[in-house]
């Protein structure tokens, strides 16, 4: 009893599709393969899955451009339009660009300036000089920063070192006060004082110095 025949349509369920996508393709480039030996034949073969991954197959001894350019001149159809055409020369010209960009670099690190003439030669040495001039120029203003900020600080540790001391200066004026105080209520306690007296700072005029 032979097979039935399959109607062709989209395959609704994900996972079957993507098995006959896959032997199907397989098939495919099997069977380009064979004409491509067999008949001698040229063949490109491309193909885009569901997922927009590429597969292809292109004969061995020929380019895909080959087989391109080749159906340009059968078919009288261009692929490529006036936009690509102008954008194969804006990479053409970049490239170019690049070049002379990569020979202007190795001369400005003394390579290969024997080709130089005399007035490329000035050239060079103006662009070297002007470049030296620049790089001085901001060597100074690195170093005018760095003092600018050096003194900055130098003023700063200047200025919390004198108010250290004046801190340092109450602290002690403080404990002098307080053992003051306490002698007297020491002696008040054992003397059994029945008035009190008010205690004088030992220096009136102590703030009025600072």
Not at 26 to 38: M, T
Not at 111 to 125: A, C, G, P, R, W
Not at 141 to 153: C, D, F, G, P
Request: aromatic share 6%; with cysteine.
């Amino acid at each position: 009893m032979g097979r039935g025949k399959i109607e062709i349509k989209r395959i609704e369920n994900t996972n079957n599709r993507q098995v006959t996508y896959s032997k199907r393709r397989n098939g495919l480039i099997k069977k380009a393969k064979e004409i491509s030996v067999l008949c001698n034949a040229k063949v490109s073969l491309i193909i885009f899955g569901g997922s927009k991954k590429m597969h292809e197959y292109c004969t061995p001894s020929t380019k895909l451009t080959d087989i391109l350019d080749e159906y340009h001149r059968q078919c009288g159809k261009r692929l490529w339009d006036a936009k690509h055409e102008n954008l194969n020369g804006e990479i053409d010209r970049i490239k170019k660009e690049n070049d002379n960009l990569q020979i202007k670099l190795r001369h400005l690190n003394g390579q290969d300036i024997n080709s130089l003439n005399h007035k490329e030669l000035i050239v060079l040495d103006d662009v070297l000089e002007n470049g030296l001039a620049f790089v001085r120029d901001q060597k100074m203003e690195v170093i005018n920063t760095h003092r600018r900020n050096h003194k900055m600080l130098e003023e700063e540790n200047k200025e919390l070192n004198y108010y250290a001391q004046i801190l340092s200066f109450y602290n002690v004026l403080f404990s002098l006060l307080l053992g003051n105080l306490q002698q007297l209520q020491d002696y008040k306690s054992h003397h059994h004082m029945p008035f009190t007296f008010r205690v004088q700072p030992l220096q009136p005029n102590l703030q009025e110095r600072i």
